[in-house]
């Protein structure tokens, strides 16, 4: 199945023509598609291996380690991190709240180390941490405090001494900015923009993205469109063949609704204060493409993964894409909420489906494992 690309440099084509281009291209690929879900020739879905339940976070992280058989994520009500083995056995439960070496005031996000190691961002302390997989301390150093927004992620792999940081930066639009720093002296190595763009997207410009550790950036704009951008200024712009424009649910308006009001008790300010045009903004809007940073990566292999749910609860699609191309989606069961590939062996943290014994009316937690090496792309 082919899927059509836009090849741009900058503004050489024009908005109107690039839109008629994605319109055709849509044209094409709904029809592609809906040939594709008769004969499944872009969608593989694995067998499930074994699943973990986990306790209740707030938290999206989760980091499959070198080893391929350990993944550990963040329980963010006990403020520490728990790791667990293919099997559901606990291998480490480690942290707790504090400043000490160790601890933690904000755990955010997580990284697989080189030797079997987790990597361990806290946003308020500005430091990352070394552990071994078991909960023993390894090491910490400090991190460019402009990388620590609340806004900011860090989703990269630690190979060697270093490691890459993103942070969404005001000023020049919304720029990513990625930091290489060596986590043994903590020497900030390289700072790198994302680029600035514009992209010829008619709804608007990117909204987000992640650098490839083997040149160029990964961009995510409105309406499903992916941006593939070279370190030359050269880009592929396409919108994703699988993007389905979905307006949230009441449940996410909710969801909304109660946000925005802490967030203004938090400032101060009336809880009602624009608060029924920013609901109804939100309720009408389609719903980005992607999901949010956990479920995005690039992996080893430098293929660019994002999770989608394609308007449906009970299944979610990682699709995949190589060279600026789409490839295929893997499918896995119910919601997902974060994931991590190496290799052939896939983990996906997700929210099972309430079921009638749920009395507390919160879906459960679990970790599951797929072997995804008979994967047809």
């Known amino acids: 199945m082919q899927y059509a690309t836009t090849l741009i440099r900058r503004r050489s084509i024009p908005a109107a023509t690039a839109h008629a281009l994605a319109s055709a291209a849509l044209l094409t690929l709904t029809t592609a598609c809906a040939e594709s879900d008769t004969t499944a020739d872009a969608i593989f879905t694995p067998e499930l291996i074994t699943s973990t339940t986990l306790p209740p976070s707030e938290d999206d992280q989760v980091a499959l380690l070198a080893d391929g058989r350990t993944a550990c994520v963040i329980d963010s009500y006990e403020v520490r991190v728990r790791c667990v083995d293919r099997e559901g056995a606990v291998v480490g439960v480690f942290g707790s709240e504090g400043e000490g070496p160790g601890e933690f005031v904000s755990p955010a996000y997580l990284a697989r180390g080189a030797e079997g190691t987790v990597g361990v961002a806290d946003l308020r302390l500005g430091r990352f941490t070394v552990f071994e997989p078991s909960g023993a301390h390894m090491s910490q150093v400090a991190l460019p405090s402009a990388a620590f927004s609340p806004i900011s992620s860090f989703r990269d792999i630690l190979t060697g001494a270093s490691v890459d940081i993103m942070a969404l930066m005001g000023g020049d639009g919304y720029r990513m900015n990625r930091f290489d720093v060596n986590i043994a002296s903590g020497e900030l190595i390289r700072r790198e923009g994302s680029p600035p763009g514009p992209w010829d997207i008619e709804c608007g410009d990117a909204v987000g993205g992640m650098p490839n550790r083997a040149g160029g950036w990964v961009l995510v704009a409105c309406e499903g469109h992916l941006i593939f951008a070279g370190d030359t200024g050269d880009a592929t712009v396409l919108r994703a063949p699988t993007y389905v424009p979905e307006v949230p649910g009441e449940q996410e308006v909710a969801d909304r609704e109660e946000e925005l009001k802490a967030f203004n008790r938090g400032l101060g300010v009336p809880e009602s204060m624009n608060l029924a045009e920013t609901l109804e903004r939100y309720r009408t809007t389609p719903?980005?493409?992607h999901l949010s940073t956990a479920q995005?990566?690039?992996?080893?292999?430098?293929?660019?993964?994002?999770?989608?749910?394609?308007?449906?609860?009970?299944?979610?699609y990682l699709d995949v894409y190589e060279n600026a191309d789409y490839a295929g989606s893997v499918r896995v069961r119910d919601r997902i909420r974060g994931f991590d590939v190496l290799g052939s062996t896939l983990v996906v943290l997700v929210d099972r489906p309430l079921g009638a014994d749920d009395a507390d009316g919160v879906p459960d937690r679990a970790l599951d494992w797929y072997e995804i090496g008979g994967n047809p792309f």
């Open 287 to 289: 719903k980005n493409y």
């Open 296 to 316: 995005q990566l690039i992996d080893t292999a430098g293929r660019y993964w994002i999770a989608t749910q394609r308007g449906l609860r009970e299944w979610s």
